[in-house]
């Protein structure tokens, strides 16, 4: 698939992609050249497993908890300290130049860290650095990832011999592509109602702010 993009044309290109701890991979370290990758192997050869841990470091906080999460530690593990981690590096072109970047998130549910380097700045914040994430990327959830970076092998069998398959597969990526990003939109949509009620029983955080000015 090609790189995510933002709105306005910059790209953000995957450079390097490093993997520790997470299913088979006690330690993967894979330099990434431009244009496209491939990755083929037979089955259970760890292809989903690349995606999973790229789709989980663009979108998802690393102090969530859950069984799938879980469910990443290494087949083998032994230790309680064998919890996935995942690094990207990657570019970004725009009209300044090419900028790098660097996300290391470790899932260790509610213990888990993570840190941004991108643009001289450092955010380990986890909500603030999957927000920068999302703005850099375009990528606003899970969901809008896998409806349109994602497709799997049984997808596409014999698509080139049906092109009405091909149409169908096509259409439904655009509409969980859509589905993602209205969820993103009405998230947007209350944060903003939240930050700017003008309401005297329900203000929004600027109005409390403007009152509370006002009585000091």
């Known amino acids: 698939a090609p790189p995510p993009h933002r709105d306005r044309g910059d790209a953000v290109r ?5 993997i520790r701890n997470f299913r088979r991979y006690h330690e993967l370290d894979v ?9 083929r192997g037979p089955n259970e050869a760890g292809k989903t497993t690349i995606q999973r841990a790229i789709e989980l470091a ?11 999460l879980e469910a990443l530690r290494p087949w083998d593990a032994t230790s309680d300290d064998a ?16 900028r790098t970047g660097r996300i290391e998130k470790v899932f260790r549910g509610a213990k888990g860290t993570v840190r941004l380097e991108f643009d001289g700045q450092t955010i380990t914040d986890p909500a603030r650095a999957d927000q920068v994430l999302a703005e ?12 349109t970076a994602s497709v799997r092998h049984h997808e596409v069998a014999d698509l080139d011999r049906d092109e009405a398959a091909l149409r169908d ?14 969820r993103a939109k009405r998230t947007l949509e209350r944060a903003l109602r939240d930050l700017q009620a003008k309401g005297d029983k329900n203000p929004g955080r600027i109005k ?4 509370e000015v006002t009585r000091l």
């Not at 990657?90 to 130049?97: A, C, L």
């Not at 850099?136 to 409806?147: C, D, H, I, K």
């Open 14 to 18: 995957i450079t390097r992609l490093e």
């Open 31 to 39: 330099d990434l050249a431009p244009g496209l990758t491939v990755v």
């Open 58 to 68: 663009l979108t998802r906080k690393a102090t969530s908890t859950g069984a799938d």
């Open 83 to 98: 919890r996935p981690a995942v690094t990207l590096e990657f570019v970004q072109d725009d009209e300044d130049g090419v």
């Open 136 to 147: 850099l990327t375009g990528v606003p959830s899970e969901a809008f990832f896998r409806s």
């Open 169 to 182: 597969r096509l259409q439904a990526s655009i509409s969980g592509a859509d589905r993602g990003t209205s």
């Open 208 to 211: 409390a702010a403007q009152d």
